[in-house]
């Protein structure tokens, strides 16, 4: 596979450190139109990975995540936003050309389907990124070889349709400025244990994931082993 190329630390520590708290960074859940649940895992995913990741990983993000609308300059705050859902997803031409700046501009987009979601992915996608195509992620892939590893790819959180977990990413000029999971639902492993009961060992197999994530987007970690 052809070397990505990713952002540099000093660039992501000047385009997109969080100075109100002291804290290096701050994530963000997109909020969007078209009918779709947005705010599906609002209460505890992105807390509870956030958490985690302070913890486990030293990164110091803010605890408390924001949430930025699709089309607002606001989103280039955030050098990582989180989507999920289970409905329709709708992108105006604004939404789309601002969400395609922030990427360009070294954003960072990851998709979670929560079930009903995929119908609309790709399509709306589409509008963002006209001249690309989400392609599924190889597990030598580095996202996959972080802190944690995963020498199958992506773990299986929720059942859905039953099919083999996967992950797809779109990658623009040799940057990886999307990842998309598929049929496993990551945010809602991140959810507390009262939301869905899940065991404790696939709690921790989400969190592990998303901190992989996080570390390959935020630690300019991207290159490893490749």
């Given at each position: ?6 952002l ?19 994530i ?12 599906a895992?609002?209460k505890?995913s992105?807390?509870n990975?956030i958490?985690?990741?302070?913890k ?31 409905g ?6 604004q ?8 990427l ?17 992915v ?35 959180i929720?059942?859905?349709d039953g ?8 990658i ?39 901190a ?8 300019g ?6």
């Open positions: 596979m052809k070397k990505i190329i990713f540099s630390a000093i660039f992501l520590c000047f385009a997109f450190t969080d100075n109100t708290n002291n804290y290096s960074f701050q963000a859940l997109l909020k969007y139109g078209g009918g779709g649940d947005w705010y895992n609002l505890t992105l807390p990975l958490a985690f990741c302070n486990n990983l030293d990164m110091n993000i803010n605890p408390e995540q924001a949430i930025v609308d699709v089309g607002s300059p606001d989103i280039f705050n955030y050098p990582f936003v989180h989507m999920t859902g289970h329709n997803w709708s992108l105006t031409p939404e789309a050309q601002n969400l395609r700046n922030y360009i501009g070294g954003g960072f987009l990851h998709i979670d389907d929560n079930f009903g979601l995929d119908p609309y790709r399509p709306q996608l589409k509008k963002v990124f006209p001249e690309l195509s989400l392609v599924l992620l190889p597990f030598s892939f580095p996202i996959y070889h972080q802190k944690y590893e995963f020498p199958h790819g992506m773990p299986k929720h059942q859905h099919g083999p977990p996967k992950g797809y990413g779109l623009y000029k040799g940057r990886l400025v999307c990842f998309y999971s598929f049929d496993t639902d990551l945010g809602n492993g991140w959810e507390s244990y009262e939301i869905y009961h899940d065991p404790p060992a696939l709690h921790q197999k989400a969190l592990e994931m998303g992989n994530l996080l570390e390959y987007v935020l630690m970690k991207g290159d490893k082993n490749q």
